[in-house]
Structures are given as structure tokens and as C-alpha cells.
């Protein structure tokens, strides 16, 4: 069945679907990682998104099982490619991507030009869009919603048995952040995004605020909370999302991007050193006022933004990209065990 792609800037573009045929709309970006698709699909950061995967062959490796997903199911509104393939080979698959997106009723269209699309949104920006097939939908633009609400936990839940306990604060947490904490012989306590750590009887040694999908400014509780926890001197691990909340909550400010950061091979500069590193991104604002007392911890090599700050005194600190990866390089998973002696 052929379906179209129309942007807000009055753009169409026609492609065989290969996923659910219901018409959905959101804002459209694109990621430039050459594999992992199933863990991107997956990562509740891309709410309320029509994700453009620009390599150009994508289901070859179909879907591993569930355990290896980074929630609960797929997150993104939609998925634009350039070329299907539904002959996947590789032992953890379990299904087709073309049985995955029409179990979760997730459009997707094959569109043979992804490079042409890509460009487009590089220089007009990020834009809305939606994906058409017999029904027509308005425009919807994520920003707009507290999407961290929709997507984060409803209940604490707790795993592990460490010595030391971290509080997770689930904005839209990926699966890879718990597992990187309980491999540290951690007990982790997921929280839902308005918890408040500061007034909470549970007993724990640090806070790490995760990743999630919209405009910081919307998750309003969570800055909030963040800044009472400031107060009291909790240590703070800031990861994406967290990066820009942390940002807020001490008195910085964030902006939205031109076409944000989505893939596997950002180059961030240590700062103070001569070090890059190569890291895992999905993000549409930065943070560009540093809070008084902060300073810098890493710049993006590419456009000079912000990829993380650290307290010059406190143990507070945050990263912009994905030290737990998945997919993409693990490179800077040591930020966990930095945070951690810091505690």
C-alpha cells in the first residue's frame, strides 16, 4: 500500500508501507547510526517522533527478543527508510521489523530518497510532519506536551541489593541505564518523573535523572524537585534530559536545536584535554546558559553545543549524551563509576 509523507512546509513524498496503514503525525527527524534500530525504536526519547534512519538498508538483522529492547515497546510515531529488508538473518532474531511495527500499529513507509529528506530538514530544520493514508490528521507537535508524563514510570520500583542506592528518576529511562547501574553491584530505585527525592522516606546515596523526549521546560515537578535535592547537597547524575533539567533546576536556561543530535557518532571534546570521545545522542535542546557554579564538561566537536556540565565543588553533574549507549559506542560509560566515587 502506498502512503505519503507530508511536511508542514507543504512537502509530499510517496512510499510503500511496510508497517501499520493508520495515519499519524509528529515531528520529523532523522538519525544517522548505521545499526541499531531496534534499541532507537524503542527509546522513549523519540516520543512523539517520525524517525528518518538514513543508512540505507534497515530490518536486515530483523528484532531481538524484549530483553534487549530499551522499553516496553516502540516510542516513536512513525518510521521513514530507504530501502526495507524482510529477510532478516541473525540468531537473536525473533521477528520481521514489518511484524514488530504492525503489532504496535506503527506506521512506516519505504521512501527511496532519505538522503534528499535529510538534507531538507539539515538546512529549513527540524519540522512537523505526519504520515498519511486514507485518513488526513493535523500537524502535532510534541513540544507542546509534557511528553516526560507519558512516558515514565508510574510506580517506584526497586532492583538490586548493593551497598550503595541510587535513586533513578525515570523521565523516559532506557533499559541500559538500569543495567549499567546493577552490573555496579547497585540497588537502583526507579521513581516516576515527579517524585520527590528531598521529601521521600527512602533511603538512598545519589540521584541520577534520566533521558526522556520533549522540551525540558514542560517537566516542570522534576525541575522542581531537582532543585530541592540541590539544597540539600544530594549528589546528582544528570544523563540527556537530565543534563537539561539539572541545567534549569540550578538556574541555566535551554534552547531548542536546529535539527538536534540523533545517532551513534557524536564527537564530544573533554574539556580541559585534547580527548574525544565518540558517543551515543538523541536530543533536540541544549543547554546554552551554564547555572552559576558550573562550569562545562564537554563540548560537541561537531557545533560547539553543550554536551555536559559538572559542579566546580558539589558532586553534581550531568552528561548531554548516553553513557550507557545502546545502541552505539560505550566509550564514556565510565561517567557511571566517576559519578559513583564522587558519592
Known amino acids: ?15 510503500e508501507s511496510f508497517g501499520a496503514t493508520i495515519s499519524m503525525a509528529g515531528e520529523v527527524v532523522f538519525s544517522t ?18 524517525l528518518i534512519l538514513t543508512y540505507p538498508l534497515i530490518g536486515n538483522y530483523g528484532v531481538p527478543d524484549k530483553k534487549f529492547w ?35 500499529n506503527i506506521p512506516a513507509l519505504e521512501i527511496a530518497d532519505t538522503r534528499f529528506l535529510t538534507q531538507k530538514i539539515r538546512s529549513r530544520g527540524t519540522m512537523l510532519g505526519k504520515i498519511i493514508f486514507k485518513e488526513d490528521v493535523e500537524f502535532y507537535n510534541p513540544d507542546l506536551e509534557n511528553l516526560v508524563a507519558k512516558v515514565s514510570t ?62 525540558p521546560k514542560k517537566a516542570t515537578k522534576t525541575i522542581l524537585n531537582i532543585k530541592k535535592a540541590l539544597n540539600k547537597k544530594i549528589p546528582i547524575l544528570g544523563v540527556c534530559l537530565g543534563n537539561q533539567l539539572l541545567a534549569l533546576a540550578a538556574g541555566g ?41 558550573f562550569r562545562p564538561w564537554f563540548t560537541n566537536a561537531n557545533d560547539g553545543s553543550n554536551e555536559g556540565i559538572i559542579h566546580t565543588k558539589l558532586p553534581f553533574m550531568s552528561v548531554q549524551f548516553h553513557p550507557e549507549a545502546n545502541p552505539g559506542p560505550v566509550d564514556t560509560e565510565w561517567i557511571f563509576d566517576y559519578f559513583l566515587k564522587r558519592i
Not at 190 to 202: K, M, N, Q, R, Y
Open 33 to 50: 547510526g548505521m545499526t541499531g534500530y531496534p534499541e532507537s525504536l524503542t527509546d522513549p526519547s523519540y516520543k512523539g517522533e517520525i
Open 154 to 215: 508510574k510506580k517506584v520500583i526497586k532492583q538490586g541489593n548493593g551497598k550503595k542506592t541510587v535513586l533513578l528518576v525515570d523521565c523516559g529511562a532506557k533499559k541500559n541505564i538500569e543495567r549499567c547501574l546493577l552490573k555496579r553491584g547497585l540497588t537502583v530505585i526507579t521513581v516516576p518523573w515527579d517524585f520527590d527525592p528531598a521529601s521521600s522516606d527512602l533511603k538512598f546515596d545519589a540521584i541520577i535523572i534520566s533521558n526522556g523526549p520533549g522540551d
Open 253 to 293: 536556561d535551554t534552547k531548542k536545536l536546529k535539527f538536534g543530535h540523533r545517532s551513534q557518532n557524536q564527537p564530544c571534546l573533554l574539556e580541559g584535554s585534547d580527548r574525544c570521545y565518540i558517543t551515543t545522542q538523541n536530543h533536540g535542546f541544549e543547554v546554552f546558559k551554564i547555572p552559576k557554579g
Open 1 to 15: 500500500m502506498i502512503g505519503k509523507l507530508i511536511l508542514e512546509d507543504g512537502s509530499k513524498f510517496e512510499g
Open 70 to 104: 530499551e522499553s516496553e515497546g516502540i516510542k516513536v510515531s512513525g518510521l521513514v527508510i530507504s530501502n526495507y529488508i524482510d529477510t532478516p538473518s541473525h540468531f537473536q532474531s525473533k521477528m520481521t521489523l514489518s511484524t514488530w511495527l504492525k503489532k504496535e
